[in-house]
């Protein structure tokens, strides 16, 4: 039975139910609130690397183009293999068209192929960085806490941010001789280490000359902020 086909006085009972709920589920605008905002950090190791590196070649024949990056690729791939600690993945291949300078003409063709490397083992990294220069370029290196260590001092510093609030929350309603009732609250977390930047070794250099890459894996600051609104009771 639709809303429009019952009787008058049940819909009208209907309604009356339902004004308390709505009520009860709403606060009463004119209830007056305190907003408060908190941050608390933790400074946590950096205890995980990850590097980008990329092969770049260019060739007028877009085929022969193509075998010398899979060649030199693959050289990079097995001289990675002895590194079994550290993760290696595909970050994706482009070609383009490199034009000429009087016109639109292509002059030659451009590819690169990236590789993304990850590990909990810095020295290991650092060494497989080193190889690498001999072969292929080293685009970045970014240290950085594991997801691990990263979750454990986030949940730490938000602990400490609510704690934070809630005191001054309390102390605010003392002040006016009110208690206090949290009515939301919300939480955002931030962290991390801009990326440390490597330059390609000259490829000229000889394979005894590629030293570990000089890496101090540092901290990093992981920091939360709470805000809360609580009403005055």
Do not use: C
């Not at 305190?34 to 980008?52: C, G, H, K, Y």
């Not at 030659?108 to 960085?129: K, Y």
């Not at 991390?192 to 000089?214: D, K, L, S, T, V």
Request: charged fraction near 20%; proline fraction near 7%.
């Amino acid at each position: 039975m639709s809303l429009l086909q019952r009787p008058l006085h049940a819909v009208m009972l209907s309604l009356l139910l339902a004004a308390p709920l709505a009520q009860a589920q709403v606060p009463p605008p004119h209830v007056p609130t305190i907003d408060l905002s908190e941050e608390a950090s933790r400074t946590v190791a950096n205890d995980m690397a990850a590097a980008q590196a990329y092969v770049e070649m260019s060739d007028r024949d877009p085929a022969a183009l193509a075998r010398k990056v899979n060649q030199r690729s693959a050289e990079v791939l097995a001289a990675l293999k002895p590194y079994s600690q550290v993760k290696v993945q595909s970050a994706g291949i482009s070609t383009y068209p490199v034009y000429a300078r009087n016109g639109g003409q292509i002059e030659s063709w451009r590819m690169r192929n990236t590789l993304n490397l990850e590990s909990r083992d810095i020295p290991a990294l650092s060494e497989a960085v080193g190889k690498l220069q001999t072969l292929a370029a080293v685009d970045q290196l970014q240290l950085r806490p594991s997801p691990e260590t990263f979750r454990k001092a986030r949940d730490e510093a938000m602990v400490d941010a609510l704690k934070a609030v809630e005191t001054r929350a309390t102390v605010a309603g003392n002040a006016l001789g009110k208690k206090v009732r949290l009515r939301s609250v919300s939480i955002g977390d931030s962290g991390g280490r801009p990326p440390i930047m490597y330059r390609r070794a000259p490829m000229a250099m000889a394979a005894a000359e590629a030293a570990p890459a000089p890496i101090e894996a540092g901290e990093s600051q992981v920091s939360v902020t709470v805000s809360g609104s609580f009403e005055l009771q």
